[in-house]
């Protein structure tokens, strides 16, 4: 049996410093059952706390209100991790941003790599804003921005 690691290694904390595509599971609030969307607006704070920004009236803020327990997989060093963790609404509203979102930090409880036996990670997803590249980049300095000064 393998010792729990309750971190992100070097390698984590720097693919999350970018703008990473990951998935978000949470349990949602009416069925109980597992929920999961991908989302962008992710960072490491460091090695124990992650946080994102998620439209306020997304479903999102209503499950981790509800049941805080979440994971968050990502596609990185050639395989995909899992991190276990308990999240927290630490703000409905980010300033200087031009709609309502709300940040969360999530505590990093454990990290798995969940990549299964005798395979690797080729090429990572990588994703393309559909809509006016200046505009997207513009909002995404500020929502980044905004979750720093959180």
Request: aromatic letters at 8%; charged letters at 25%; hydrophobic letters at 45%.
């Amino acid at each position: 049996m393998s010792d729990i690691v309750t971190e992100l290694n070097e390698a984590l904390l720097e693919a999350l410093k970018g703008e990473t595509l990951v998935l978000l599971g949470t349990v949602d609030a009416e069925s109980n059952g597992p929920s999961v969307s991908a989302i962008s607006w992710m960072t490491a704070v460091d090695f124990r706390l992650l946080r994102f920004a998620v439209d306020a009236r997304s479903r999102i803020v209503g499950n981790v209100k509800q049941n805080p327990k979440v994971s968050v997989t990502l596609f990185a060093g050639e395989s995909v991790h899992t991190v276990y963790g308990t999240a927290n609404v630490i703000s409905d509203s980010l300033a200087d941003v031009p709609f309502p979102l709300a940040c969360v930090d999530i505590r990093v409880e454990s990290v798995r790599d969940a990549m299964f036996y005798g395979a690797k990670i080729a090429v990572e997803p990588k994703y393309e804003k559909t809509y006016d590249k200046r505009a997207a980049e513009k909002l995404d300095n500020q929502v980044f921005s905004a979750m720093n000064k959180a």
